[in-house]
């Protein structure tokens, strides 16, 4: 049973361009979640998603961040016009319900 | 607003020490608590987790006191190693699981 998928691990982009971050849950897991980690911080919260379903976005910026979690294919955290403060590790982790979460081993984006 | 605090920020043990990390909360709905442990560069992982019906979890040298009429729960480390040297998080939700609230982390650093 393969564990969380993030791809790809580290995403240079230049100030403008639009970066796209995937994650694929562990398999028979419903619930995704996607966290930030700037360096020497903790986890912020950024969005829950279930399968079609955004639960809960509150962590997430108005402007410039989406997510989405298909029926088919993984997660996807699309940020539009990066900016140097978008710099830092891009957590996803999965869950079955009500239990614990596992992540996944990050993207590290890098804002030119 | 913190809703899970953390401490301390940073520790440092000599082998075999027993280094322990507080959390405290102060939502009464949390009713899961577990606690995650981070390698640079890597994702965190699921250490060990408990629920307010018991006051202690152990599992292999990690064991975590719970406090409920307090809010506090903290982990202890037994007979602690240079290879425990690490991150560690803890963290809280309730039984909806919409959203998992991270502490502010604790850098470990165990020496020789």
């Known amino acids: 049973n393969a564990g969380v998928m993030q791809n790809p691990r580290h995403l240079v982009r230049r100030r403008g361009q639009e970066a796209r971050l995937r994650c694929s849950p562990m398999?028979?897991?419903?619930?995704v979640y996607w966290y930030r980690q700037l360096p020497e911080e903790g986890l912020k919260f950024m969005v829950y998603?279930?399968?079609?379903?955004?639960?809960?976005e509150s962590g997430m910026p108005k402007e410039r961040f989406s997510a989405e979690f298909p029926k088919e294919g993984p997660s996807i955290l699309r940020i539009q016009q990066v900016v140097r403060g978008d710099s830092a590790a891009y957590f996803c982790?999965?869950?079955?319900?009500?239990?614990?979460?596992?992540f996944g081993p990050g993207t590290r984006l890098t804002v030119l | 607003q913190q809703q899970v605090k953390q401490s301390p920020q940073s520790l440092i043990v000599q082998k075999g020490g027993i280094p322990i990390i507080n959390c405290a909360y102060e939502?009464?709905?949390?009713?899961?608590f577990p606690w995650y442990q981070q390698f640079p560069g890597k994702g965190p992982a699921l250490l060990i987790a408990?629920?307010?019906?018991?006051s202690e979890k152990k599992e292999g040298r990690f064991t975590i006191s719970f406090n409920k009429s307090a809010k506090q729960f903290s982990l202890h480390i037994m007979d602690s190693q240079p290879g425990d040297s690490a991150t560690y998080f803890c963290a809280a939700s309730t039984n909806t699981g919409n959203q998992f609230y991270f502490g502010t982390g604790t850098s470990l650093t165990v020496i020789p």
């Open positions: 982790a999965s869950s079955p319900g009500v239990s614990g979460q596992f």
């Open positions: 998603l279930q399968k079609e379903n955004i639960i809960d």
């Open positions: 939502n009464t709905a949390f009713d899961y």
């Open positions: 398999k028979g897991h419903s619930h």
């Open positions: 408990i629920r307010p019906d018991v």
